[in-house]
């Protein structure tokens, strides 16, 4: 007997391997599969300018990026003692301003330079809903990615329709294929639910992100994919146990079985075999031994070496630090 909705994983047809570029651009979510590219030791970068929730904000960004329209002081402010930009994250602000603008434009060129070079990137959407600047000087600029904890009262909140998504989504795919035309692009839609906009507004929301996802793309093209995120957590793990406390994040079990799904869709078997072995390096530098200095834990030192320079000579790229 079946107790469950599995949700169908299928193959991609541009799968990922140890020697593909990734990036991931999106919602937080983007940050838990991110970390698990990072320990398996994939080339991969996730969210360079922070968590960013929006289409429409993604979207400004990658133009930045693409044509290298540096950062200037029209584009930061000064709140509660910190230099912030309405268009990044928070973790990004800085008491210097002219370091916070340094950082932020390095951050493009940066950035500009691994999308000429991507073979993926996977973009998660997170939720329809955005809050606009009041004093704005265009409607262009009026749109922002985090408020910074600036008063409720300087924003309005609106619902991005389904046709303002589609066009940021078409506009970002756009943009990056101007200097990479080879990128294969992977999209889901994050299973963290926003009840702080309202349950039943929350699901409004996610279902513009469905609506405009498929209206946009044709899935069944080499260079489109989608990953049903939501759809696993919503479907196969519709119990509070895969939640964080909060009872909305997905909690690390959850997280793992995702990246499990999302294994069996996008990596061959030789590749998840080198995935074993990292992490089989991983788990031995993370080991914490009672007398770091007995014979036993040198040789088992010494084994673990091996295994790092055996795996280097097919990946030389590949690099482990002890903790």
């Not at 950035?111 to 993926?120: R, V």
């Not at 992977?186 to 507004?201: A, I, N, Q, W, Y």
């Amino acid at each position: 007997m079946n107790f469950r909705t599995e949700i169908p994983i299928l193959k991609s047809d541009f799968p990922i391997d140890y020697h593909s570029k990734i990036l991931l651009l999106g919602s937080c979510f983007s940050e838990n599969i991110g970390k698990k590219f990072q320990y398996y030791k994939f080339q991969a970068t996730i969210n360079p300018f922070g968590i960013i929730f929006n289409a429409v904000s993604l979207e400004k960004l990658i133009k930045r990026v693409v044509e290298k329209n540096y950062f200037t002081e029209k584009d930061i402010f000064f709140h509660n003692d910190l230099w912030h930009s309405y268009e990044v994250h928070s973790k990004l602000s800085n008491l210097n301003k002219d370091e916070f603008l340094d950082n932020l434009n390095q951050i493009i060129d940066l950035t500009n330079k691994q999308i000429n070079n991507l073979t993926h990137c996977l973009i998660t959407l997170g939720t329809s809903w955005v809050y606009r600047l009041r004093q704005a000087q265009s409607d262009n600029c009026s749109i922002i990615a985090n408020c910074h904890k600036v008063p409720q009262k300087e924003f309005t909140k609106e619902l991005l329709s389904t046709q303002q998504i589609q066009e940021s989504l078409q506009n970002i795919v756009s943009l990056i294929q101007s200097i990479n035309p080879h990128v294969k692009f992977v999209f889901t839609v994050s299973p963290v639910r926003h009840t702080k906009d309202g349950f039943f507004e929350n699901n409004v929301s996610k279902g513009n992100l469905f609506s405009a996802l498929h209206n946009s793309f044709d899935f069944q093209l080499s260079t489109f994919g989608y990953f049903p995120s939501y759809e696993i957590v919503m479907d196969e793990l519709r119990d509070y146990r895969f939640f964080e406390t909060d009872m909305l994040h997905p909690n690390q079990q959850a997280v793992d079985y995702i990246w499990e799904k999302f294994s069996q869709s996008y990596f061959h078997s030789e590749t998840i075999a080198v995935m074993k072995q990292v992490e089989e390096i991983q788990k031995g530098l993370a080991h914490r031994p009672s007398n770091p200095d007995a014979e036993a834990h040198q040789k088992f030192l010494k084994n673990l070496q091996n295994k790092i320079q055996n795996l280097q000579i097919s990946l030389p790229q590949l690099s482990f630090e002890s903790k």
